[in-house]
Nanobody
């Protein structure tokens, strides 16, 4: 069992940066892959970024590639999402998620493959 708590959301202007953090508790966090998703009202949850258990490989949605960076610190049981050059279309509730490392990055963009979710943190980007 893993518990996830996000922090770091807020209101920023277009072009600015934010860093989201996800604190994990419970079982050894390096047994799990981690990802970030986002959701806006009336839309499905959208994949943002994924990182493997030991941080060796990362994957991104095309819409954020080159602007967002996912990282993790297994010693601190945290996963972070550095978001640069933010745009109004990045406005959403951002969720941290985790799933067993046995997936080996298969289907990383599918939210239904993640077992554990945080409560979400709101990111609003004004134009």
């Amino acid at each position: 069992q893993v518990q996830l708590v996000e922090s770091g959301g807020g209101l920023v202007q277009s072009g600015e940066s934010l860093r989201l953090a996800c604190a994990a508790s419970g079982r050894s966090f390096d047994d799990y892959e981690a990802g970030w998703f986002r959701q806006t009202p009336g839309k499905e949850r959208e994949f943002v970024a994924h990182i493997v258990r030991r941080g060796g490989a990362t994957y991104y949605a095309d819409s954020v590639k080159g602007r967002f960076t996912i990282s993790r610190d297994n010693a601190e049981n945290t996963v972070s999402l550095q978001m640069n050059s933010l745009k109004p279309e990045d406005t959403a509730v951002y969720y941290c998620a985790a799933r067993p490392g046995s997936y080996d990055s298969a289907f990383y963009s599918r939210p239904q493959t993640y077992n554990y979710w945080g409560q979400g943190t709101q990111v609003t980007v004004s134009s």
